[in-house]
C-alpha cells in the first residue's frame, strides 16, 4: 500500500503530539523542585492511563484481528524483549535511571561510567514501544485519539521522574535537554516510520507486532513505573491509577 507525503507528515505531527509529554515532564523536572509524593501520583495516573491504553485499544484491536493466540504469543515475546533489555542495560547503571524505583538514586559518572549512556539507553527504550503500537494504530481509518493523548500524559511523569534523578545525579542541564529532545525527535520519526513501513506489510503482521508493542509496555509499566508510583506514595494511589484508567475510557467513549 503506497503512502502519500501528506500521510506521512500527518502521522509525523501525531508523533509529535504523543512526544509532547516528554518535553513537559523534562521543563518541570528541571526547573523545579518536585517531591517524590507528587511524583508518585503523577505516576499512578500515568500508569493507569498506560494500561488502559493497552487493554481498551491496542490489544483489543490485535484481537479482533489476528485471534487471541497469535496476540496472546505476540505479548509475551514483546515482554520477554523488554524485560531482557532492560536487565542487560541494568548492569550498566540504568537500573534507577527513574527518581525513586526503589528510592535509590541515579549513579553518578564518577560512580560508574558509562552509566549515563545506560540511562539514556534505558529512557530510549521505554518510548520505542510506543513508537511501534502507534505507527500501526495509525493505519486505522478511525484515527486513535485515546491512544495518542494516554502516550502524550504517560510520558509526562516518565521524563518528570528521570529528569528529577538526573539532576539529583548532578547531570548537566544541556546533557538532560539534549537527551530528552533526541528521545522525542526520534519518537516521533519512529512513529512515522512505522506507519510508513507496517503500510506494506501483509494483513497478518501489524496486528502481531502491535501486540508485540502492547507487551513491552505492559512490562515497562511493570517495571518502571509502578514500583516508583507506589513507593513511598499516596494512601491511595491504587486510586489514582484507577483514575487515570477511567479517563481514558471516558476520552475513548468520546472520540471513538
Given at each position: ?106 549513579p553518578a559518572e564518577s560512580q560508574q561510567p ?63 535537554f539534549l537527551l530528552w529532545i533526541a528521545i ?55 486510586l489514582l491509577a484507577a483514575f487515570g484508567f ?11
Amino acid at each position: 500500500m503506497s503512502t502519500s507525503a501528506s500521510e506521512v507528515w500527518a502521522a509525523l505531527a501525531l508523533g509529535a503530539v504523543s512526544s509532547a509529554g516528554l518535553l513537559v515532564g523534562v521543563i518541570a523536572g528541571a526547573f523545579s523542585r518536585i517531591p517524590h509524593h507528587r511524583i508518585a501520583i503523577a505516576m499512578s495516573v500515568g500508569a493507569g492511563l498506560l494500561l488502559a491504553g493497552v487493554s481498551l485499544k491496542v490489544t483489543t484491536d490485535a484481537i479482533r484481528i489476528a485471534g487471541p493466540v497469535a496476540v496472546a504469543l505476540s505479548l509475551l515475546l514483546g515482554a520477554a524483549a523488554f524485560s531482557a533489555t532492560n536487565a542487560l542495560l541494568a548492569r550498566f547503571g540504568a537500573a534507577h535511571r527513574k527518581r525513586c524505583g526503589e528510592c535509590v538514586q541515579q549513579p553518578a559518572e564518577s560512580q560508574q561510567p558509562g552509566s549515563g549512556v545506560a540511562i539514556a539507553l534505558g529512557n530510549a527504550l521505554d518510548a520505542a514501544p510506543e513508537a511501534m503500537v502507534l505507527g500501526v494504530a495509525l493505519r486505522d481509518p478511525v484515527v486513535p485519539i485515546a491512544l495518542t493523548i494516554a502516550f502524550s500524559l504517560s510520558n509526562l511523569p516518565v521524563a518528570l521522574s528521570s529528569t528529577a534523578g538526573m539532576r539529583a545525579a548532578g547531570r548537566s542541564y544541556s546533557y538532560i535537554f539534549l537527551l530528552w529532545i533526541a528521545i522525542a525527535i526520534g519518537a516521533a520519526v519512529a512513529i512515522a516510520a512505522g506507519y510508513v513501513g507496517f503500510g506494506a506489510l501483509g494483513g497478518a503482521w501489524p496486528p502481531r507486532l502491535q501486540a508485540f508493542g502492547a507487551g513491552a509496555l505492559l512490562a515497562m509499566a511493570a517495571e518502571t513505573m509502578i514500583p516508583e508510583a507506589f513507593h513511598n506514595s499516596p494512601r491511595f494511589s491504587g486510586l489514582l491509577a484507577a483514575f487515570g484508567f477511567v479517563l481514558l475510557l471516558l476520552v475513548d467513549a468520546t472520540t471513538g
